[in-house]
T-cell receptor, first 114, second 111 residues
Framework: GAGVSQSPSNKVTEKGKDVELRCDPI?????LYWYRQSLGQGLEFLIY????????KSGLPSDRFSAERTGGSVSTLTIQRTQQEDSAVYLC????????????FGPGTRLTVT | QKEVEQDPGPLSVPEGAIVSLNCTYS??????FMWYRQYSRKGPELLMY????GNKEDGRFTAQVDKSSKYISLFIRDSQPSDSATYLC???????????FGTGTRLKVLA
């Protein structure tokens, strides 16, 4: 079946511009995560959605970052006024409600801020 | 001190070797342990998960958890060049959806 998909796969933007990253989770997966992966760093948790519950935004690094999930499916991560330190790979993952058996990741969006 | 420590490597081995990849952790509340494989420019792929202590085997892969030592391992038997990737460990507590990831170990299997 179809896995997690993300778009775009690569995004180059100028400092100060806004970007939107999209994630389409596996059908039937109620949990959705966004992570950031920088070179030599582990996966940094950003935000978590579970069904219709309020999202856990505790990992968002600043108020320039926001995310939404429409209809319990597709999610969009928005970064406003991008900075060079935002350059990273942004990964989306989904899982069943019981997440402890693991998550399924998309291919990621490589963001470069020039 | 990070909650999860993982040697970044790179670890280079000849084809056919047994590979041992390891993570240590500091939080005794972790009960679920996972291993992911990540090829270059791809997302992590779930390889194995285990609950609490013990071993789990799947083909050429064996995951081992030693909670008394706060140490987990992934063994790869008969390693192949296609196993060349970065291996990430991850762990979580009961009743939480948050995972803590290691930084990953880069493995190179030489033909």
């Amino acid at each position: 079946g179809a896995g997690v998909s993300q778009s775009p796969s690569n995004k180059v933007t100028e400092k100060g511009k806004d970007v939107e990253l999209r994630c389409d989770p596996i059908s039937g997966h109620t949990a959705l995560y966004w992570y950031r992966q920088s070179l030599g760093q582990g996966l940094e948790f950003l935000i978590y959605f579970q069904g219709n519950s309020a999202p856990d935004k505790s990992g968002l690094p600043s108020d320039r970052f926001s995310a939404e999930r429409t209809g319990g499916s597709v999610s969009t991560l928005t970064i406003q006024r991008t900075q060079q330190e935002d350059s990273a790979v942004y990964l989306c993952a989904s899982s069943l409600y019981l997440p402890n058996i693991g998550q399924y990741f998309g291919p990621g969006t490589r963001l470069t801020v020039t | 001190q990070k909650e999860v420590e993982q040697d970044p490597g790179p670890l280079s081995v000849p084809e056919g070797a047994i590979v041992s990849l390891n993570c240590t952790y500091s939080n005794s509340a972790f009960q679920y342990f996972m291993w992911y494989r990540q090829y270059s420019r791809k997302g992590p792929e779930l390889l194995m998960y285990t609950y609490s202590s013990g071993n789990k085997e799947d083909g050429r892969f064996t995951a081992q958890v030693d909670k008394s030592s706060k140490y987990i391992s992934l063994f790869i038997r008969d390693s192949q060049p296609s196993d060349s990737a970065t291996y990430l460990c991850a762990m979580s507590k009961v009743g939480t959806y948050k995972y803590i990831f290691g930084t990953g170990t880069r493995l190179k299997v030489l033909a």
